[in-house]
C-alpha cells in the first residue's frame, strides 16, 4: 500500500468568540432536525394524511443525519471549514423554504432527510475544534461545542412545539430561515480559512472509512464504548415515554416532554468535561461519566413512580454520558490532529447506528420486559462499556498512529508541530 503523508497540523487558532459561535452554529443546526416532531398532528392534519405518515417522513431525518455523517463530516479535511459550513448552513436555508412549501408527506420526507445531512454541520464543527484548537485547549473547546449540540437537541423540540402553537409549522419553518441565513454569512467570515492538505483523494476518504477501524485500535475501542452507552440512553429515553404513557402512570405528551428538561444536566456536564479532560486525560473522565450513569440508571429501575427522583436521576444518568462522549470524542479526534474529521466521520456512524438500536429497543422492552428489565438492559450496556474503556491500553496522538497500522499496512508518520 501506498504510504499516507500525515499533514502538518495547522497552527490558526480558534478565538473564545469564535469557539461560542461554533456552539450557537452547532445548536441551530441540531435543532433543525427536531423542529417538526411536536407539530405530527398539525402536519398531518394541514397534509390531509396520518399520524404515520408524517412520522415516517420525520423519519428520513435520522436517516440523512447519518448519510451526512460519512458523505459531509469528511470535507472539513479537504475545505476551508468556512466554506463548507456556510454552504450547508444555505442549504439549510433552502430546505426550510422547500419545507415549508411542502404539500405531501413525500416531498416532507426528501425535505427532512436533506435538512438531515445538514444537521450533521455539529460532528463537522467537532472536528474543526479537533483541527484547530490549541492542544492543551482541545477537549475544553469540544466540550463547548458538545454543549451546542446538545442544546440544539432540547431546544430543536421545544422551540418548534412553541412557534407550530403560535404561529403555525409553515411560518416557523420560515422563520427558521433568517438564522440560518445569518450564520452562513458569520461563518463564512469567522471561522478558519485554511483548506486541508490530505494526501487522499474525497471518494477514497470516504471508501477508506471501514478500514481505519482495522487499522487504528484507538478508534475501534471508542466507538465500542461509544455505541455501547449510547444504546444505553436511546433506550431510556425512548423507553421512558412508552412506560410514562401506560398505566398506572398515563401522562400526557405533554407531561411526558417535561421530563425532557433533565437533558439539561448533560448540557452543563459537557462544557465541565471538556475542561476536566485536558488536566486528566481522556480515560479517567470516561470511567467517572460511566460510573455516575450506571448508578443513576440502577435507582431509576425502582424511582418512576417519584418524579422527582426520577428526574434528579435523569439528569446525573445524562451528565454522565455526555461527559463521557466528550472525553471520548476528544480521544479519537487526537488519533491525528491535523485530519480528524475522518475519524470523527467514522467514529459517529457506528456512535448512530448504537442510539439507532437503542430508541428502537426501549420503545418495545416495555412490553417484553417492562420498565425495570429495560433499565436492567440499559445498566448491562452501560456497564459493558466501563469495562471497554478499562480495558483500552491504546495511545491516541501520533502514537495511535504508529500503533494503529498494521504490519503490512503501516503509514509513514511525518507530523510537524507547526514550529
Not at 402536519?43 to 408524517?54: C, E, H, K, N, Y
Not at 475544534?129 to 431546544?155: C, D, E, K, M, N
Request: aromatic share 8%; with cysteine; hydrophobic share 55%.
Amino acid at each position: 500500500m501506498e504510504s499516507e503523508r500525515i499533514p502538518e497540523i495547522s497552527t490558526t487558532a480558534l478565538r473564545a468568540p469564535v469557539v461560542w459561535f461554533m456552539a450557537l452554529a452547532a445548536a441551530l443546526a441540531t435543532a433543525s432536525v427536531y423542529l417538526l416532531q411536536p407539530a405530527v398532528a398539525e402536519v398531518a392534519g394541514a397534509l390531509d394524511t396520518s399520524a404515520a405518515a408524517i412520522g415516517t417522513a420525520l423519519a428520513c431525518g435520522p436517516i440523512g443525519y447519518l448519510a451526512g455523517l460519512v458523505l459531509l463530516v469528511p470535507l472539513v479535511d479537504r475545505f476551508a471549514p468556512r466554506t463548507v459550513v456556510a454552504a450547508q448552513f444555505a442549504a439549510l436555508a433552502l430546505a426550510s423554504v422547500a419545507g415549508a412549501a411542502a404539500r405531501s408527506p413525500l416531498t416532507l420526507g426528501i425535505v427532512i432527510g436533506v435538512v438531515g445531512a445538514g444537521s450533521a454541520v455539529g460532528a463537522q464543527l467537532s472536528s474543526v475544534a479537533g483541527r484547530f484548537a490549541a492542544p492543551q485547549r482541545q477537549a475544553t473547546v469540544l466540550g463547548i461545542v458538545t454543549a451546542g449540540i446538545s442544546a440544539g437537541i432540547l431546544a430543536g423540540r421545544i422551540v418548534g412545539g412553541w412557534f407550530t402553537e403560535v404561529i403555525g409549522w409553515r411560518a416557523m419553518l420560515l422563520v427558521f430561515v433568517v438564522p440560518c441565513v445569518v450564520v452562513a454569512a458569520v461563518s463564512y467570515v469567522v471561522l478558519p480559512a485554511v483548506r486541508g492538505r490530505t494526501a487522499a483523494g474525497y471518494l477514497d476518504t470516504v471508501r477508506g472509512m471501514p478500514g481505519l477501524f482495522a487499522r487504528f485500535a484507538a478508534l475501534r475501542w471508542a466507538a465500542a464504548r461509544g455505541a455501547l452507552w449510547f444504546f444505553a440512553f436511546c433506550a431510556v429515553w425512548a423507553g421512558l415515554a412508552v412506560a410514562l404513557s401506560q398505566p398506572p402512570y398515563s401522562y400526557t405528551p405533554d407531561r411526558i416532554g417535561l421530563y425532557a428538561c433533565a437533558g439539561l444536566a448533560g448540557v452543563f456536564a459537557t462544557r465541565i468535561a471538556g475542561s476536566w479532560t485536558d488536566r486528566v486525560g481522556h480515560r479517567k473522565v470516561i470511567l467517572v461519566g460511566l460510573a455516575l450513569a450506571l448508578s443513576s440508571v440502577v435507582v431509576l429501575s425502582v424511582a418512576l413512580s417519584n418524579t422527582v427522583v426520577t428526574l434528579i436521576c435523569l439528569g446525573l444518568f445524562d451528565a454522565g454520558l455526555f461527559a463521557a462522549q466528550v472525553a471520548n470524542q476528544s480521544a479519537v479526534l487526537a488519533i491525528d490532529a491535523s485530519a480528524p474529521a475522518r475519524f470523527n466521520s467514522a467514529y459517529m456512524s457506528v456512535y448512530f447506528v448504537g442510539g439507532s438500536l437503542g430508541t428502537a429497543f426501549g420503545a418495545a422492552a416495555i412490553g417484553w420486559f417492562g420498565w425495570p428489565g429495560l433499565v436492567a438492559a440499559a445498566a448491562t450496556a452501560t456497564a459493558v462499556a466501563g469495562v471497554v474503556a478499562l480495558a483500552d491500553r491504546t495511545r491516541t496522538g501520533s502514537g495511535a498512529l504508529e500503533e494503529g497500522a498494521g504490519e503490512n499496512d503501516r503509514d509513514r508518520v511525518e507530523v510537524s508541530r507547526g514550529r
